[in-house]
């Protein structure tokens, strides 16, 4: 039956994503006030660029780790409490980044990071499985777009509200991440209120119910460990996808700094830039849930869908290769934000693949392996770049920009070598039907 032909009653779903929305732009929030304030903090605590890079290596490090059980312990107590565990514990250690001392600041802000890291890395398989959870297949790229859209939101708001507090020698620097704690207390509150899967959803119509189900599989009670997942070539086709988040996190911690060294843009001033960059991205998020959701209703394969959706993403991405040489301040930004917006657009799709083709009882895991892979990549990028900057300056940009440029073109490639035809699997990890695309 058609999205058309079957009857809605009930909007509930959207409350939950509204939910969503919020959690995920606090966790970028968070995440990114370090990156903003890094020339500031830099110069306050006397950090070299490997210092910086030693600080973010250490939350991709958690990051990682968190992914691996992080993912397995949500698919086992359930969203509502997995994701509750997830945020207590990263606003716990964002507001201890405000107790640091600067006579401890690098060892401080390492250890305040490793706790950031462990509690975001169960932030997207929360997202994901609640979206899966909530919404039929045709709806989970947009509804995916629409969550997602807040990572750009909370790299919007980070510029403006530090800017506004913190002067550009550093001062008043603690108070962004004491906010943070109150948003993320108040946000804990609201989902044990709000929160039940639909079928226990007192809320919820039963038609709505129908229409979530409608072309989606119930979820049993048995967890798949994650080593039976390893196996499957769709687990690492996932995975590849995901190694473009080195990308994105280039743009959120390193982006402030390449803006001040480039074009001498300060914390005060890098705000509107950093508004013209996620907004593109924002862009993004939407309008690419929308196309291959669009293509899917009008009756193309998921497969397909996705796919082509993917390869006009790496397209659009080609042109941000061309940053570090142009002259124009705001030519860069634009470039970096057609980077953004592509790359945003390919994310949401990319995480669709994971409920595309694996059970629900598997999702949170699947994407926990698959996005500690990117920030395994993520942690060589951000080594190599500090590295290259204290040496060589500013070359290190010039090569960080022209893999951000090509990377998504080669990914796509091994991805539909790896998943040429997108087989569901049941909950057995076998595939259900063969897939002629």
């Not at 691996?68 to 606003?91: H, N, Q």
């Not at 039929?136 to 506004?164: E, H, M, N, Q, Y």
């Not at 390193?254 to 960059?277: C, H, S």
């Not at 006009?312 to 142009?326: E, G, T």
């Amino acid at each position: 039956m058609s999205a058309r032909q079957f009857p809605v009653k009930g909007h509930y779903r959207y409350r939950i994503l509204a939910l969503v929305f919020m959690a995920t732009t606090i966790n970028y929030f968070d995440r990114s006030i370090v990156g903003v304030m890094a020339p500031a903090l830099q110069s306050l605590f006397g950090w070299s660029n490997k210092d910086y890079a030693a600080i973010m290596v250490s939350f991709k490090i958690a990051y990682g780790i968190g992914l691996l059980f992080m993912g397995g312990i949500i698919d086992r107590v359930g969203t509502r409490a997995g994701y509750t565990i997830s945020i207590a514990t990263w606003s716990l250690f964002g507001m201890l980044h405000a107790a640091i001392k600067p006579a401890f600041s690098l060892a401080g802000f390492i250890a305040a990071r490793f706790g950031l890291g462990i509690g975001e890395s169960g932030n997207f398989p929360a997202a994901i499985k609640t979206v899966a959870e909530w919404f039929p297949k045709r709806d989970r790229a947009f509804a995916t777009g629409i969550f997602d859209a807040s990572t750009s939101l909370g790299a919007i708001l980070a510029p403006f509200v530090v800017g506004a507090i913190v002067t550009a020698e550093g001062k008043n620097w603690q108070i962004p991440f004491l906010f943070t704690g109150i948003l993320s207390s108040v946000w804990v509150l609201l989902w044990l209120r709000t929160y039940r899967k639909p079928e226990l959803h007192p809320k919820i119509t039963r038609e709505e119910l129908e229409y979530i189900n409608s072309d989606s599989e119930a979820e049993t009670k048995d967890h798949i460990p994650w080593v039976r997942l390893l196996p499957k070539r769709e687990t690492w086709a996932f995975a590849l996808t995901t190694l473009t988040d080195a990308v994105w996190w280039f743009y959120l911690f390193w982006g402030a700094k390449f803006l001040f060294e480039q074009f001498g843009v300060d914390i005060n001033n890098v705000g509107l830039p950093f508004l013209v960059i996620f907004v593109m991205a924002d862009a993004g998020s939407l309008l690419g849930g929308l196309a291959s959701g669009a293509l899917i209703k009008k009756g193309w394969s998921v497969n397909k869908a996705r796919k082509i959706t993917l390869l006009v993403n790496a397209a659009i991405i080609l042109p941000v290769a061309l940053v570090p040489v142009v002259a124009s301040k705001w030519l860069a930004v634009f470039l970096i934000g057609v980077g953004a917006m592509g790359h945003q657009s390919w994310s949401i799709n990319s995480y669709t693949l994971v409920p595309d083709v694996f059970p629900k009882k598997a999702t949170a895991s699947v994407i926990g392996i698959g996005k500690m892979a990117g920030v395994a990549v993520a942690i060589a990028a951000d080594i190599s770049l500090g590295a290259v900057l204290d040496q060589a300056g500013n070359t290190g940009y010039f090569w960080a920009f022209i893999i951000a440029g090509f990377s998504y073109i080669v990914i796509l490639g091994f991805v539909h070598l790896l998943m040429p035809g997108m087989i569901p699997l049941d909950d057995d990890l076998k595939y259900i039907r063969k897939n002629r695309d």
